[in-house]
């Protein structure tokens, strides 16, 4: 249970020997209050309180200022959600949102589906229309399948889109909920089983939408985004007996205008990987036949029989299971289809995400409060701050959110892949603090927060929040997005998801004493904390965590992609881990004294020289584009950072990369990257092996760490005999090596070792200074909201 807003007494006096010293008296405040029996004709005292927040919101209007704060208290109730509150603009400032002290707020975006308004199917009419999709229900789960029409409510039904990762993000469909669980869209195959090459392989692969971003044309131009979504879809041949059983039920055939419904599918979707194992995408079905499946949208990468693993999707045909409900919009017909736990719904309580907006919007203000309310369901995101400075989101819970649960700032339409993304209306020192934040379709806090260019800082902190079940329908939205300067996540507990925790796209942020517990369950090639595609994101420090229990298939615990630079890993516990620690042909990246228990590998490397050291490095484009629009002195525009900002940046940094000055990409005399290794320009020197070249690994650094029952690093095998200890000579250097934690002197229930006993003490690189700082520095106490403490 979440703590609820308090208050503390005015303390008085405190005394010190003979000299009283008066404690400074909170800010008087200006309160008013909302109850569920309340009136916006009220006069908002307690005893006569208003009906709605928005009248709360409005009586405190220009009233308030920082030393004469306003409280809105919300009285016990469950608050159905029909629009944003909007809390716009200086005037309303300076006042906090909370539930009443003791009491529980519920705002709901959720509708209640009234138990008794349940039908078994076996009760429908024969002959009316708006049933006619039930003949598609399967027989052997007929018996248990009840049903609902939404229509008649006018409870909103929505719809499905076109969402993934790198697709601009559209509200997601309403969602079935009940007793606060959500349950599973009609789905085939069930539970965590997919469609992989040994049910069906690739006929006909168009290119991927990404093919067609800026980056990769040949013209450097990205092809509209409607015209993008008009591309065709990838054809696939069924090859499974089971499959090619069941498939032509999941949409029209061949030639058909239209589906039948009373047949056949009219909304069946492919839902999961296509492209690759680490990033989900959505494509609808088309047609169904003749042994094949056809799509419609594109894939935003090339389908491949290699990476297929998806499900088909929001199909009646397939609804045979537990948990599994479908809604059937097909010419309006707005009826529900559910197949309950335990095949009733009596006792249940059952709900249908119907709000598609943000619980609140906090813009253009300041010291602006929520405390203590849960807010519960939307198919978009919870709380939005744009332009807000010093607000709070304090003790709330927030799930059952399609989208982000709270996003503070927002980013341009451009993908995160390509130089033009950029993110804006931050605002400044922003807090989410001691909240509850789960059962979330996308991320947990955006974070978006100061100004890369000239470094000012967005001093953003998450902190003391517990993030769980978190990017249940897309990839790549994190626990944590810390993008900007300057943002801090601390001490929180992250677990339970199947993809990253941290998405790092900026500069000195610091990820601290958080607890990352099984993550990235349903991915490859992916990270807990995951950053990539820049050599100018600098000084963020990833210290002070522990990483256990992250999934195995190929993933790693702190992910450095692509030329990744300047990251810095010190005091972690890895624990059941693949992969600690990725460089992935960056420079400048420290990892110092780490603990692994249990890691198949403290890390690997891969290299540019890799393949035959080819030009252009892959993604070549991008980082070259990045980096100049950072480093690359000019007016600002283009891909270009002003002189008086170049210059802050040599200073910022000078001490921790005192070689900043001296980077550069590659290129010929008249400032061409280079394309070819050349005798008088672009030589093997220049481009491969002069350390302030961004194409080499150089001033990287792993030492003292600590390996008990772990693998060593493992470095590449195809780079011509080129490592990343290469370019590094020092590098893994001290590595203490025990079988057992017993052996090392270290207690995995408490993540410190015995001070006395531990060989460390001993140890060339370490000893008993060492062994003091871990024990001293390392806690994880007070992770996760103070409320369950």
């Known amino acids: 249970m979440l703590r609820r807003a308090t208050f503390p007494l005015i303390a008085g006096l405190l005394t010190a020997a003979t000299t009283a010293l008066p404690v400074q008296a909170a800010p008087p405040q200006q309160i ?3 109850a569920e029996n309340g009136s916006d004709d009220a006069t908002g005292t307690i005893n006569d309180p208003f009906a709605t927040i928005e009248r709360a919101r409005d009586a405190l209007a220009r009233k308030t200022s920082r030393n004469r704060p306003g409280v809105v208290y919300i009285r016990a109730g469950v608050y159905q959600t029909a629009k944003t509150v909007e809390v716009r603009g200086p005037e309303h400032s300076y006042v906090t949102y909370a539930a009443y002290p003791g009491e529980q707020v519920e705002l709901a975006g959720v509708t209640t589906l009234a138990p008794e308004k349940f039908r078994r199917l076996s009760d429908l009419p024969a002959d009316d229309a708006k049933w006619s999709s039930k003949a598609r ?5 007929a018996p248990n399948v009840w049903v609902y029409d939404l ?14 990762f790198n697709w601009k993000p559209q509200p997601y469909a309403p969602e079935l909920i009940t007793d606060d669980v959500a349950q599973t869209l009609a789905q085939y195959p069930n539970g965590d089983a997919k469609l992989t090459r040994d049910h069906l392989t690739v006929k006909v692969a168009p290119k991927g939408a990404r093919d067609y971003f800026s980056d990769k044309t040949p013209d450097g131009t990205t092809l509209p985004y409607e015209e993008m979504l008009k591309l065709p879809g990838p054809v696939y041949t069924v090859e499974d007996a089971n499959l090619a059983a069941r498939y032509e039920k999941w949409a029209k055939p061949p030639g058909a205008e239209t589906p039948d419904g009373t047949q056949v599918e009219t909304d069946g979707w492919l839902s999961g990987y296509f492209g690759n194992n680490y990033a989900n995408d959505r494509i609808r079905i088309d047609t169904v036949g003749g042994g094949d499946i056809t799509t419609y949208y594109p894939t935003m990468y090339v389908a491949t029989d290699k990476w297929s693993s998806f499900v088909a999707q929001n199909v009646l045909s397939e609804l ?15 009826t529900l289809y559910y197949y309950p736990p335990g095949g009733t719904v009596e006792g249940k309580e059952i709900s249908l995400t119907s709000f598609d907006a943000p619980f609140f919007q906090l813009e253009n203000v300041t010291g602006v409060t929520l405390k203590g309310l849960r807010m519960n369901g939307t198919t978009g995101a919870g709380i939005r701050l744009l332009d807000a400075e010093s607000c709070t989101i304090d003790g709330v819970e927030i799930l059952n959110v399609s989208m982000d649960a709270v996003q503070i ?5 451009a993908i995160t892949a390509i130089a033009e993304y950029r993110t804006s209306r931050g605002g400044h020192h922003n807090r989410v603090i001691n909240s509850r934040l789960h059962d979330l379709g996308g991320g947990g806090v955006f974070t978006a927060g100061g100004d890369r260019d000239s470094l000012e800082r967005g001093d953003h902190v998450v902190e003391h929040n517990e993030i769980y079940d978190f990017s249940k329908l897309a990839t790549y939205t994190p626990a944590g997005y810390m993008y900007g300067v300057g943002n801090t996540f601390r001490y929180n507990h992250v677990h339970d998801a199947p993809h990253m925790a941290i998405q790092i796209m900026g500069n000195d942020m610091v990820i601290s004493h958080n607890r990352f517990e099984r993550l990235v369950t349903h991915a490859s090639d992916q990270g807990v904390i995951y950053s990539g595609r820049d050599y100018t994101y600098l000084n963020n420090v990833v210290a002070y965590n522990l990483f256990k229990d992250i999934g195995a298939d190929g993933n790693q615990a702190v992910y450095m992609d692509d030329g990744m630079s300047g990251m810095v890993v010190h005091h972690n516990v890895f624990d059941n881990v693949q992969h600690g620690l990725f460089y992935q042909a960056g420079h400048s990246n420290v990892a110092r004294d780490n603990v692994f228990v249990n890691v198949t590998y403290i890390g690997h490397d891969k290299l540019y020289h890799e393949g035959g050291k080819r030009l252009p490095v892959p993604n070549a484009k991008v980082v070259i584009e990045r980096f100049n629009d950072m480093l690359k002195a000019g007016d600002g525009t283009g891909f270009t950072n002003t002189r008086e900002n170049v210059e802050k940046w040599y200073r910022h940094y000078a001490r921790q990369y005192p070689n900043i000055r001296d980077w550069y990409v590659p290129s010929d005399a008249q400032g061409v990257p280079c394309t070819a290794v050349g005798e008088t320009e672009c030589t093997d020197e220049q481009v491969w092996s002069d350390p302030n070249s961004v194409y080499v690994p150089a001033n990287n650094v792993l030492t003292r760490s600590v390996s008990i029952g772990s693998g060593d690093f493992a470095y590449t095998d195809d780079a011509g005999g080129l490592s990343v200890k290469t370019f590094n000579p020092g590098f893994d250097s001290f590595n203490a090596k025990a079988a057992t934690p017993e052996e090392a002197g270290f207690d995995p229930a408490t993540w410190r070792f015995d001070a006395r006993n531990t060989p460390l003490n001993r140890t060339e690189g370490f000893g008993p200074a060492w062994v003091r700082e871990w ?11 103070r409320a369950t403490r």
């Open 775 to 785: 024990n001293r520095t390392f806690s994880l106490d007070g992770v996760g909201p």
């Open 32 to 34: 008013v209050y909302v």
């Open 151 to 164: 229509g008649a409510e006018g409870i909103p039904t929505g719809r499905l889109n076109k969402n993934g």
């Open 320 to 334: 045979d299971t537990e948990g599994e409900y479908y809604i059937d919009r097909w010419q309006g017909h707005d």
């Open 137 to 141: 229900v399967p027989e052997s789960a």
């Open 409 to 413: 700032g927002e980013a341009n339409d």
